[in-house]
């Protein structure tokens, strides 16, 4: 992900018109870490990770351990500890959003004191002083840079380019929502939400493997979602190009005939309505080719639906329409609402 942010700084996309979308706001705390190295300013939207109650519970704790353990059996005090006094197990799996927020958190922390130990074989105070040092890497870059926020934040909000990670089985959908239709319906719409927020750039990468809270590497499936978007588990796009980000997936996902979403979205309207998808559709394959970036970019097949369906003939109307916002309305605006006028 960093050296394609590079790429997009070097193309003189703004930095604070870039984002990383996450399911869960433990999950900043890596690409925080990411950017910090790489010199890259980034800026968060929502609480800090120092700052979370759970997260300063659990380095109170940490600091009552004794001063004379150091690398594994330091981590091995510091799991202990967390076990005892905060009822943590990083093998669990909470249910309810706020639970999943805490046990994200400190499955975060784990990792990174677990990196500290034992590529240092640090002790407790070199522990706590990097932690130190991370906290005020992350106060400092809370100004103008690339934008790390959850998917539930980014609603109503645009960037050039948006990149979503960990699009894994168990970070989204997460893995309570597996077995329950409805919550498996909110995780899509999420989902939605992310992809829709990019304007010109959009990256979807998933990991084949991820190590854990404890440091062991566990193996990863793609999310079910990206086969609705035309990709692969092989990494491979059907019908559109891009560039590749984690676990091979391209950069930027566009649909196609060869995807089961267009024909969904065609297959529900009426003869009429058809026909005006079809010239909505082909508008966006010009409009996505002479803009060099992938249709689903422009918008995806069932917004062309919603439009075909509801006929927008004003701004206002067509940007009550789920999945076109203000960017989109003066961009394409005019030119779909004389397609819709002309239909």
């Known amino acids: 992900m960093v050296a394609r942010v590079r790429e997009l700084l070097r193309d003189g996309v703004a930095a604070q018109q870039i984002a990383v979308l996450v399911r869960l706001n433990a999950q900043t705390a890596g690409f925080e870490s990411a950017l910090a190295r790489a010199g890259i300013p980034y800026q968060l939207r929502g609480k800090r990770?120092?700052?979370r109650r759970e997260v300063q519970a659990a380095i109170r704790a940490l600091q009552r351990i004794a001063e004379d353990l150091a690398g594994d059996a330091l981590?091995?005090?510091?799991?202990?500890?967390?076990?005892?006094?905060?009822?943590?197990?990083?093998?669990?799996?909470?249910?309810?959003?706020?639970?999943?927020?805490?046990?994200?958190?400190?499955?975060?922390?784990?990792?990174?004191?677990?990196?500290?130990c034992e590529a240092e074989g640090s002790?407790?105070?070199?522990?706590?002083?990097?932690?130190?040092r991370r906290a005020e890497s992350e106060r400092a870059n809370d100004a103008h840079g690339v934008e790390l926020l959850t998917l539930h934040r980014a609603k109503g909000l645009e960037w050039d380019a948006v990149f979503i990670p960990m699009l894994e089985e168990g970070s989204l959908p997460v893995g309570q929502a597996a077995a329950d239709e409805h919550a498996l319906a909110e995780e899509r719409?999420?989902?939605?939400?992310?992809?829709?927020?990019?304007?010109?750039?959009?990256?979807?990468?998933?990991?084949?493997q991820r190590p854990s809270a404890t440091?062991?590497?566990?193996?990863?499936?793609?999310?079910?979602?990206?086969?609705?978007?035309?990709?692969?588990?092989?990494?491979?796009?059907?019908g559109s190009r891009g560039s590749r980000g984690s676990g091979g997936l391209p950069a930027s996902a566009g649909s196609?005939?060869?995807?089961?979403?267009?024909?969904?979205?065609?297959d529900r309207l009426g003869a009429d309505?058809?026909?005006l998808f079809d010239a909505l559709k082909a508008w966006r394959l010009e409009r996505a080719r002479a803009d060099k970036v992938s249709p689903f970019?422009?918008?995806?097949?069932?917004?062309?639906?919603?439009?075909?369906?509801?006929?927008?003939?004003?701004?206002?109307?067509?940007?009550?329409?789920?999945?076109?916002?203000?960017?989109?309305v003066e961009r394409y605006g005019a030119e779909i609402l004389a397609i819709v006028a002309a239909g």
């Open 215 to 238: 440091g062991k590497t566990q193996q990863r499936s793609p999310s079910r979602f990206l086969s609705a978007l035309g990709l692969d588990p092989v990494g491979r796009t059907r």
């Open 123 to 132: 002790d407790r105070g070199s522990v706590l002083e990097a932690l130190q």
């Open 256 to 266: 196609s005939s060869g995807t089961r979403a267009p024909s969904a979205a065609r």
């Open 189 to 208: 719409r999420l989902l939605y939400v992310g992809i829709t927020r990019a304007r010109r750039h959009l990256a979807l990468t998933w990991a084949q």
């Open 49 to 51: 990770f120092f700052e």
């Open 273 to 275: 309505d058809a026909v």
């Open 297 to 328: 970019i422009v918008a995806y097949d069932t917004v062309l639906a919603q439009i075909a369906e509801r006929r927008p003939r004003t701004p206002a109307e067509l940007l009550a329409i789920p999945g076109i916002g203000p960017g989109k």
């Open 75 to 116: 981590l091995a005090e510091v799991r202990r500890t967390w076990d005892r006094q905060l009822g943590f197990d990083p093998d669990a799996d909470p249910e309810g959003r706020e639970a999943r927020e805490r046990q994200a958190s400190l499955s975060t922390l784990l990792a990174i004191v677990t990196e500290l």
